[in-house]
């Protein structure tokens, strides 16, 4: 089970830092991402880092954004800085097994950046 905390409401150009709690180990993915999804739009992916640590980041957050992973706290972390009102959406953490390659996600947590 993931639990995602840490969102709020920001003014452009601040910063917030969520997390990503695992009820146990997070060793268990072999990948574990960020996603967001805005009022009337898809899910899209905003980065991931695989457990031996290679990341990837979207181009609309590459440069703001920096996801980490603390194995020992069991907890994934996205750093944004710079938000923007596009940044206005509920994220979400997901992890996938290792070994069924089954997909976990946290229950999202909203951010939103006034102007």
């Known amino acids: 089970q993931l639990q995602a905390s840490g969102g709020g409401l920001v003014q452009a150009g601040g910063s917030l830092r969520l997390s990503c709690k695992a009820s146990?180990?997070?060793?268990?993915?072999?990948?574990m991402g960020w996603f967001r999804q805005a009022p009337g739009k898809q899910r899209e992916l905003l980065g991931s880092i695989t457990s031996d640590g290679t990341m990837y980041y979207a181009d609309a957050v590459k440069g703001r954004f920096t996801i980490s992973r603390d194995n020992a706290e069991n907890t994934l972390y996205l750093q944004m800085n710079s938000l923007e009102p596009e940044d206005t959406a509920v994220y979400y953490c997901?992890?996938?097994?290792?070994?069924?390659?089954?997909?976990?996600w946290g229950q999202g947590t909203q951010v939103t950046v006034s102007s």
């Open positions: 997901n992890g996938q097994h290792i070994v069924t390659l089954m997909n976990y």
């Open positions: 146990g180990s997070i060793t268990i993915f072999r990948v």
